[in-house]
């Protein structure tokens, strides 16, 4: 009886206990219209080979040697062996919140790593320890720009990560905070010329995604200008934080959110993942969750603990800054183990190596005849043109290719696109079969349209 935790006997001493003689004098109370009336539907118990084969079975139906090129903000990257290794060690693994710091360090430590490698990707002064994800540590630097001035609307471009911005309408409609969108260009990048004519003096934020949902790098310079002559804060939103590795840090900003799902996060059908939002140092006490920070111990020595913990859990409510319970902190484990891998060499490599691929990919679309949707500089992702995508995704599966995403799901004026993307781990002969195969459809759906026309 080592794995059923109620042998008979002890069913039988539990119904002793609570005075009853039976299990169905337990549950009379329970109309019998609503009750099952006969034994589940299972099958037979199997043995521990039989159980093992079953598995390996399912596991084996599973396409794992599929290229992917969706994206749109959960990105397909190499993880080294190293990252789950460290993560799996015990030490780590059944860590918990860390309030007593006498027995926290090692993963305190790490916390403060992480803070620390955020800080050196973002440009920024400071960074917390971790929040849930990117959806969530969106509206939390939005929640803090208007904590800092105490201005109620923001200015939030229509190229963030349309999902991001379905959760901050969730949390801000009963907050009075008010949204106004700024389209984007013919570059892809936000319409500054717009974002001059709405920005005033009751604008908390401007708040940009750069590379944005499009994959198009935006001018945070300029943005920042534009935000800072009205007196407003800007928020930048990171998605794919490898584009760091080579692009300007957006360092003007000042409030960086972002998701670091591309740092060695496993893709796990959607999560868990890691969010982040690091800051100037003034905005520090506006700042969510909770933040470690560095000092001496008795004896002199390096130390760790919990410096800020502004949430629900250490103040009171309505000084609290965020609802945050804890931070992602074995998630996070897994960004500092491999940033730490990489490097800033390998890291920037690893950019490049990026950047090479999307070219590659974009030459090869070109070619084929198809269009791109967008003049601004590109990282990792591109819209391609496109008649229409009925069809497309099952050739594509096919060619064990898993193919890009059809915007007009979030964005009807943009029905039949393609968002594409093309990390290090796509190679040129997939990124070859999928241009191939794409430029086939196309001719396929245009030949359609021409004959009923």
Known sequence: MRYIPKSPEERETMLRAVGCDSIDQLFESIPSALRLGRELRL???????????????????NAGDFACFVGAGAYDHFRPSVVDAMISRSEFYTAYTPYQPEISQGTLQA??????????????????????????????AVMMAVRANGRRRVLLARSIHPE??????????HQNIALDEIPWGNSGQADHAELQARVGSDVSA????????????????AATKIAHAAG?????????????????????????????QSLGVPLSFGGPYVGFVATREKYIRSMPGRLVGQTTDSRGERSFCLTLATREQHI?????????CTNQALCALMVTVYLSV?????????????????????KKFLKAGASLRFSGPHF?????????????????????????LDLGRFYPELEGDRLFCFTETASREKIDKLVEVYAAHELTVHAAQQQRS
């Open 111 to 140: 916390i403060f790593e992480f803070q620390t490698l955020m800080c050196q990707l973002t440009g920024m002064d400071v960074a917390n320890a971790s929040l849930y994800d990117g959806s969530t540590a969106l509206p939390e």
């Open 342 to 362: 990489y490097g800033k060499k390998g890291f920037r490599e690893l950019a490049l190596q990026n950047v090479a691929k999307t070219q590659y990919a974009q």
């Open 232 to 260: 407003a804060l800007l928020v930048v939103m990171i998605t794919e934080p490898v584009s760091l590795g080579i692009l300007h840090p957006p360092a003007e900003a000042d409030i960086v959110a972002g998701e670091g």
């Open 316 to 324: 009171r409510r309505e000084k609290a800054t965020s609802n945050i």
């Open 43 to 61: 099958d037979r118990g199997r043995s521990e080979p039989e159980i093992l084969r079953y598995f390996e079975e399912r596991a084996a139906e």
């Open 206 to 221: 401007v708040v940009l995604q750069s590379p944005n949902f499009f994959g198009v790098v935006e001018d945070v310079a």
């Open 164 to 173: 991001y911005r379905q959760v901050l309408n969730t949390y801000l409609q």
């Open 380 to 404: 990792n992702e591109f819209i391609v043109r496109g008649e229409g995508s009925r069809g497309l995704d099952a050739k594509l599966r096919q060619e064990r290719i898993i193919g890009g």
